[in-house]
């Protein structure tokens, strides 16, 4: 009977994301293994299908909805318990459901109720791909880490996208993010899209409520605003064909390291050695030249900068972004 694993980890899109190296590993070592995971309501249709993946349960972050999950899950079960997400309710998820083995990070509150706890170190040069891949370790289940793609869109997303590539060599520019600083400003971009749409059309990508916004960055025909009008499925099929993605500390870098695409990341408040940078060959990472002492001021930025001036965004210089091309 094939072993049934569980994956705990329903948080933000570009979080579920770089999970997938992990299932992907966890699949190479155990072929036969029946890989179940919780993620965020939202985020699933971007993993409904997934060759690595036998059942996906959304939540809605509720307590309800966590009732109804437990109630799911208790019937079944597990050879072992992964959960990634570093927050109580998965940690009291993961230790109320049946299984042999329970792994966690050291940093979730309910650590010490596992039979194994993992170093989550936020440290130069480990990127969180690697550092939810030490959760394998006391599974002694360490397979090869996948190499892109590591998301696989339905047909009729490559359908969907095809009248974009009939347009020539594009390139992706996803300014926005949920965390405000995270964001360069837009006359960065402004000046950045007056550059480039001399050699290529340029595709603006964003969540529905970003489309007003980025309507001030359509400055040519060579600009199209595409944020609300595909699926999650369908952008990452668009980026599987661009140029290159130019966007901040946000999931799109995620989903560009998922489909191998060369990317630039700008980074304001957060910093790459949080280790969510992107990881395809030829990116590349732009963050500010001086030193602030401020900087990082969170883990994922704020609503505004705390300390007024926002110097790791207005520090920007437009060259960077060239250069990468």
Known sequence: MAARYLILQPAFLGDA????????ALRDADPNAEVHWVVRQSTEELFTGHPWVSRLWPWDKSWKGWSTLYTGLRSQRWAAILTVHRYFRMGLLGRLLPAATRV???????????????????????????????????????GRRPA???????????????????????????????WPTKEAPFSLWEAFLRKVTQDFTVYLTGAPSDRARLEALVLSPRVQNLSGRLSLSEVAALIAHAYRVFTVDSATTHMASA????????????????????????????????????????LHGHQA???GH???????????LLESL
Request: proline share 12%.
């Open 259 to 298: 489909m191998g695409t060369p990317t630039t990341t700008v980074f304001c408040a957060t910093v790459p050695a949080f280790g969510f940078g992107p990881l395809a060959p030829r990116s590349r990472m732009v963050e500010v030249s001086e030193a602030l002492s401020c900087r990082p001021c969170g």
């Open 310 to 320: 926002f110097r790791c965004g207005w520090g920007l210089k437009v060259e960077t």
């Open 17 to 24: 994301i770089l999970t997938l190296p992990l299932i992907g």
């Open 148 to 178: 892109p793609p590591w998301l696989f869109p339905p047909a009729s997303a490559w359908q969907a996208i095809k009248p974009y590539l009939a347009q020539g060599p594009f390139l992706i520019v996803a300014p926005t993010s949920r």
């Open 104 to 142: 966690t990070f050291d940093k979730n509150p309910l650590a010490w109720a596992y039979t194994h706890r993992v170093s989550h170190v936020f440290a130069e040069g480990i990127h969180e791909v690697n550092r939810n891949l030490a959760l394998l370790r006391p599974l002694n289940l360490m």
């Open 305 to 307: 900068c705390p300390a």
